[in-house]
């Protein structure tokens, strides 16, 4: 039987940002029970310490409080993480935030705010941390892309375009970047409730509609996201970069139709 590291993060610096619930919450926990020095990152001082204290394992996690739409928060986050620990391995980059609206009433404040966040400041997060990365010569950045990449819902089209630029930066970054060290991919996860859209999936019909159009009929759990990111991280996946992954039960495997086979 081999024995060996391939999967292995023990020891690595993962910076997590947006990692105070949801997704980001469940991947820096994921790194930290897999011996990981993990630092995460988000805008609410109380809910980040809360979250650091309850995914701590034997090596302490740390929080740092960065609102990625501001340039300066993100410099001074990367700089004080270096500073610390000397290098970035590994960067969960998950912030991300969503208002369902009707296309035509979105303000331009709101629009400017979801963009500010999913995109600019995915862009901002990752090229800092990515110029330390290449610096050195190695490190993995992991994007959160989105199901809407593969075809946008309704009433979340502001959303769906930040996406579709994350889509294309994770890919352009990795075109940029594979001769240089650095790899770039991303995870598309498919429908998981977390504490934003917990009240949504608690809704009969669309309980019953996702069990429709997902071939393995349920909802998935943040924690089955970890093992996809850990392998992104880890040596297991040293010859992939620019790829997007989807982790959502085969909603994109194909269309669902509302017909019974023989």
Known sequence: M????????????VLA?????????????????RGATVIIAGRDPAT?????????????????????????DVMRLVADVIERHGRIDTLLNVAGINVRKRVESYTEEEFDRILGINLRGHFLVAQAVGR????????SIINIDSLNTYAPLKGVTPYAMSKGGVNMMTRGMANEWGGRGVRVNAIAPGFFPTALSKK???????????????PMQRLGDVEELVGTAIFLASKASAFMTGQILRVDGGITAGIHWPIDLE
Not at 17 to 33: K, P, Q
Not at 48 to 72: H, W
Request: proline share 3%.
């Open 2 to 13: 081999i024995s060996d590291s391939l999967f292995s993060v023990a020891g690595q610096v």
């Open 17 to 33: 940002v947006g990692a105070s619930r949801g997704i980001g919450e469940a991947l820096a926990g994921g790194f930290a029970e």
């Open 48 to 72: 980040l310490e809360a979250t650091r204290a309850a995914i701590t394992r034997d090596v302490p996690v740390e929080a740092v409080a960065c609102d990625v739409a501001k340039g300066a």
């Open 132 to 139: 330390r990365m290449l610096e050195r010569g190695a490190g």
């Open 200 to 214: 949504l999936w608690q809704i009969p019909k669309m309980q019953d509609w996702v069990k429709q159009v997902t």
